[in-house]
């Protein structure tokens, strides 16, 4: 009997979140990627309506040198708009 609970996920699909930044653009080297988008995760996991200065505030430890601040933010943004969507109870 195989526990699934332990296997990684397919890979077939983004989350909400990676889907967000893909259309938004919000990576150019991607080195800071994997940690805006923990941290983007992390957010929208407490605050499904977080405000333009809650994304700063909680992005704020996260630097990016590539300057993509205002595409990740409003990724964040279209993000939160799909998972408010998704399920409006949460
Ligand atoms: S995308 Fe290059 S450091 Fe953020």
Do not use: K
Not at 33 to 58: E, K
Request: with cysteine.
């Amino acid at each position: 009997m195989r526990d699934d609970r332990r296997r990684p996920p397919s890979g077939d699909h983004l989350s909400p979140v990676q889907e967000a930044f893909v259309r938004r653009v919000a990576s150019q080297c991607g080195y800071c990627t994997p940690v805006q988008l923990m941290a983007a995760s992390a957010l929208l996991a407490r605050n499904r309506t977080p405000t333009l200065a809650d994304i700063r505030h909680w992005m704020s430890g996260n630097i990016c040198r590539c300057g993509c601040y205002p595409a990740i933010a409003a990724a964040i943004q279209d993000a939160a708009a799909e998972l408010r969507a998704r399920d409006p109870s949460a």
